[in-house]
């Protein structure tokens, strides 16, 4: 009997991937019997691990109040509470929170919000932003048109939009010179940024768009000490904004509830999203500054933007309780112990390893970067698809990771990321490492002989 043809238009095209049927803890449970550890949290998604009681029953009884009502008639409980607890407190003067379903949405949003503040300030010149190469803002055109991944962007480039331009990213392992201090190299970086603007025009800029720890385009890599204090001084010079994306490396993910947080700046504009619901419901959000509320409300008075799902009581509910968990279990002491744990590991497992160039990250977000030669830094043939096949063994031994390819510049270069849940224990900690571990040397022996 011929295969039943999946209606569900999958990732791939060739193949129907298996069906998850259940999941408990940082575990998801195939239909065919398989229980995979979920090393990665999806794409950094599952923070708190699958099927948490508290979040269910959040789920079940804002479902049997109120599972919707549209943002232009009503707000709700939920929506509000989730507001108070993100931003109620005001972090970095972050005042206001817009609810949207995913981290795309946000950064959309975000574009537009800055877009907006600038025509309401009678500065309707400021139509560029600035990103970095080798970053990832999401994939409606928008924040494909800000993301500076080569890859990504390449069949959709006549579509993209010409306001976004990009500079180097804060990537030591691959950008840094030979013999270039840190505190050189983001002398570099910031001077060439000052160029951007001086080649734009200064009064021509709305934002600096960025990820305070990159997260899936290049694999949990964190900037110099000192370099994002460097980019806001630039932007406060210059009267444009500063956007933080922190939909994969936020909301808890690298051992603060924000990056920003270990980096001595703020942003006016902030995008969350997967670590703030936690797989449970699809929701981000924008957090954004009060001087940049109160700008819109004392002009025009509304936000020209929107969409049907805005504040899904469902969404906000089920993120509500993944926050008050979070709190609750005084899961960030949590996250750095086991992150501590994560890249001692890391480093024992892979330090010495002649095809692991670099490990990198912080919290519970870390990487490695295979190489074919450490001393030259130099990336494995991509034709080989080296991170596929890392993924493929990995999860064929029981471990979801999160591998990618052209870490370095869009086509060259494979990394693995691992962004396990808070919750996960020691042993699952190193449980994780030696899966990898056993994943990678069978893959890299079939690919040396």
């Not at 940082?26 to 065919?32: G, I, N, P, Q």
């Not at 550890?37 to 109120?66: E, F, M, N, W, Y």
């Not at 509000?80 to 795309?104: K, Q």
């Not at 703030?276 to 929701?283: A, D, E, H, V, W």
Request: net charge neutral; hydrophobic share 40%.
């Amino acid at each position: 009997m011929a295969a039943r043809i999946s209606r569900v238009l999958h990732r791939s095209l060739r193949e129907t991937p298996p069906k998850a049927i259940g999941g408990e803890g940082v575990y998801l449970f195939a239909e065919d019997g398989r229980r995979v550890i979920d090393a990665s949290g999806g794409a950094a998604v599952s923070c708190l691990g699958h099927q948490h009681p508290r979040v269910i029953a959040a789920i079940a009884k804002q479902a049997s109040t109120l599972a919707y009502a549209h943002t232009s008639f009503f707000s709700s409980e939920p929506a509000e509470a989730l507001a108070e607890t993100l931003v109620g407190h005001e972090p970095g003067g972050l005042a206001y929170a817009y609810f949207v379903s995913g981290g795309s949405e946000a950064i959309e949003a975000s574009i537009k919000l800055a877009r907006q503040y600038f025509i309401e300030r009678d500065e309707p010149q400021r139509q560029h932003f600035i990103a970095r190469r080798q970053s990832y803002h999401g994939n409606t055109l928008g924040a494909l048109a800000a993301g500076g991944n080569a890859w990504r962007r390449a069949p959709y480039a006549p579509l993209l939009s010409g306001a976004f331009s990009h500079v180097t990213p804060a990537f030591a392992y691959h950008e840094k010179h030979d013999g270039e201090s840190d505190a050189q190299f983001v002398a570099r970086l910031a001077a060439e940024l000052e160029t951007e603007f001086q080649r734009l025009g200064p009064n021509t800029v709305a934002a600096f768009l960025a990820e305070p720890v990159v997260g899936a385009t290049a694999g949990a890599v964190t900037a110099p000490d000192g370099y994002f204090r460097a980019v806001r001084e630039i932007c406060d010079r210059h009267g444009a904004l500063l956007i933080l994306d922190e939909v994969m490396c936020g909301m808890g993910r690298t051992g603060t509830t924000h990056a920003w947080e270990q980096e001595g700046v703020a942003p006016d504009i902030q995008a969350i999203a997967k670590g703030l619901g936690g797989g449970y419901q699809p929701i981000g959000a924008m957090l954004a500054s009060g001087k940049i509320i109160d700008t819109i409300r004392s002009g025009s008075g509304s936000f020209l933007h929107g969409h049907t799902y805005l504040a899904h009581p469902l969404a906000c509910a089920a993120a509500l309780a993944v926050q008050d968990v979070i709190r609750e279990d005084r899961l960030l002491d949590r996250v750095r112990e086991r992150g501590k744990q994560l890249e001692q590991r890391l480093i024992e497992r892979f330090g010495n390893h002649r095809h692991v160039g670099d490990i990198r990250g912080r919290g519970l977000f870390w990487a490695i970067e295979l190489v074919a030669d450490r001393a030259s830094r130099t990336s494995f043939d991509p034709a080989l698809k080296l991170h596929q096949r890392i993924k493929a063994e990995a999860f064929a031994g029981g471990l979801g990771c999160y591998p990618g390819g052209g870490t370095v510049d869009g086509v060259r270069g494979d990394h693995v990321l691992l962004a396990p849940p808070y919750i996960a224990s020691a042993d699952e900690i190193d449980l994780i490492v030696d899966k990898l571990g056993t994943a990678v040397d069978n893959v890299l022996r079939s690919v040396n002989h």
